[in-house]
């Protein structure tokens, strides 16, 4: 999880991961490893297909384990993924949201998402991105909510 929101206008999935890279470089211990952003912007463009599907344990920085596998993962968390890149607990304040336009199962919702999470302002009307809610530990913590795409959430980030 970031440590930083952002508003819709990501810079696409490349944005987005460059954002996660960053962060991860940055953080109180730096991270190592590459890094990439839990998001789908267009059909095959989702996790399911960026991440490498791993049978280990997935750990937040905090050294707690969230899932025992790529199965666990998906469809229940251990615990909530509610710790930054430098193993502090978020604070909740407004909606506890990360932006991801996937699926429970890992694939692209199939919605505008932000145009590819490329805007955050829709021309006049506002467009809306979707995300799931970082304090949850079944499938609403990737998909749960949606906003309008000029408002800020956190990005989820998973070693790759």
């Known amino acids: 999880m970031t440590s930083k929101t952002f508003k819709g206008e990501l810079g696409g999935l490349e944005g987005a991961d460059a954002k996660c890279q ?3 470089a940055a953080a109180r211990h730096p991270l190592p490893g590459t890094y990439r952003a839990w998001l789908s912007s267009f059909r095959g463009q989702d996790p399911l297909h960026r991440f490498t599907r ?7 920085t905090d050294g707690t384990v969230i899932a025992q596998n790529w199965n666990d993962l998906l469809y229940y ?3 909530p993924i509610d710790v930054d890149e430098s193993g502090n607990h978020l604070e909740i304040a407004g909606p506890a949201m990360a932006w991801t336009g996937t699926e ?3 694939t692209d919702n199939g919605r505008e998402n932000c145009s590819g999470w490329e805007q955050s302002d829709g021309g006049g009307s506002p467009s809306f991105g979707s995300g799931g ?5 079944d499938g609403k913590w990737t998909a749960n909510a949606f906003q309008e795409c000029r408002s800020s959430a956190h990005l989820y980030c998973f070693r790759q």
Request: hydrophobic letters at 40%.
């Open 133 to 137: 809610h970082y304090t949850d530990i």
């Open 104 to 106: 429970p199962d890992g």
């Open 77 to 79: 968390l251990a615990a």
């Open 22 to 24: 960053e962060l991860a």
């Open 54 to 60: 791993s049978d280990a344990p997935y750990v937040r």
